[in-house]
Structure formats: C-alpha cells, structure tokens
C-alpha cells in the first residue's frame, strides 16, 4: 500500500489533512481494515504539527470512516462506509424539531409506499422466504402468553426493516431505520397496546407481504399506504385523549 499525500500549507491544515485521507478512503486506496500510518509517520507526510494530525483523526472518527483503537496494537483502521452517521444525524434532527405526527404521517406514507413497490418489483426468492419466516413468528407470539407487545413491536420493526433491504437502496433504508428506531416512543406513549390493534397490524402486514410475494406493485404501495395512514390516525386519536 503506497500513499502519496502532499503537505500543506499553514491554513486549516488539520481539514485538508482529512480531505486527502478521506479522498485515499473513498477511492478505495485506503480499505476497510487497512491500518493508517502512525501519528509520528503522517506527521511527516503531511509535514505538520502532531495536534493538527490528532485533530484530522479525531474528525475522521467522527464521519466514521474511521475507528480508534488503543493499545499496543492501536491506532486508526479504516471502517466500512455505512449509513450509521447519516442515521445519527437524522435522529438528531428529528428530536430536536419535535417532529410532528402529521409530519412523521406524511413522509412515512410517502416513503414506505415507495419502498414497498420497490420491494415487490425486486424481491427474490430468499426475500420472500424471509419475509414468511417473519410473519411466522409473529403468528407464534400471539399464542404465547404474557405480555408480547414489546416483541411484536420489534417484530414490526424487522420486517419493516426487511422490506426496506429489498429495495435495495440504502438511502431508503437508512432514513427508515431512523424513523422506525423514533416511532417506538410514540407506540410506548400512545398505548397502542390493544391485541385487537396488534392483530389488525399484523393482518396488514400480511396483505403487504402477500402483495411483494405475488409481485403486485401498485396493491403493495396502496397496501402500505394504508397502513400507515390507519395507525397514524390511531395515534392521534390517543393523543387527543391524553391532552
């Protein structure tokens, strides 16, 4: 592994520091596990100070592309690019505007129509098997006894979240995660714990899925839409009452 970096003139060294690294990182000359030079080394290569070099890495942790590891055998390792920060960052913004129900109601009827059409035009085999397997599950848990909210609550999640891998498109399932991983306050707040309203949630999952299986892409959409349309209004419904 050769990497050639230019050194820099005195002004914001440590951001250029990170944008040749991070540049060495998304073409590919810097790998997923490959290990960057030490500190003392790019200090060197970028001929700057020792905290400018710090800061870049400190940064760089920060975008996540890379993770510091202490000990001997510490330093930076390049990670995998994935959507985790852009999922971080969304759940910021969304905590930090107090999003709406109507607004949560609104984009998700949008986004999770699409994506569901997308997943019954690209489903495969597996992702049909998958998709059953899921819905197995839940049916399993009704007949458990005891309270199953919390885990048919995060059976709904996993296949939501299924769906959203079909599609194969990681920005959808990026967004996704993050709004699926917010909506849990708004179930345990609203009380949607009814088993009449548990098995109509599951019922609708099972039309959606029947829809991906069969390859009917408008009746999945519409599917989808539904739903979240119906639960939304649920929700608001409980959140008259407890005003």
Known sequence: MVLKFTKLTQNRIFQRVVDQI??????????????LPSEMKLKSMFDTSRGSIREALRVLEQKGLIEIKVGANGGAVVKTVDTEKITESLELLIQSQKMSLDHLSEFREGVEGLVTALAAERATDGDRRSLKELLAE?????????????ELVRLDTRLHMSIAEIARNP????VLRM?????HGYYERFSLKNIN???ENYQDLCDIVHAIETGQ??????????????????MKIENQKHR
């Open 22 to 35: 991070q540049a060495a990182i998304l073409d590919g000359s810097l790998k997923p596990g490959n290990k």
């Open 217 to 234: 892409v408008n009746e999945a959409r519409s599917r989808a839409q539904h739903h979240v349309r119906k639960f939304s209004r649920y």
């Open 179 to 183: 709004v699926h991983t917010n909506i």
């Open 171 to 174: 920005v959808y399932e990026a």
């Open 138 to 150: 839940a049916d399993n848990l009704f007949n458990k006894k005891g309270d199953v909210w919390h």
């Open 197 to 199: 309203l548990l098995k």
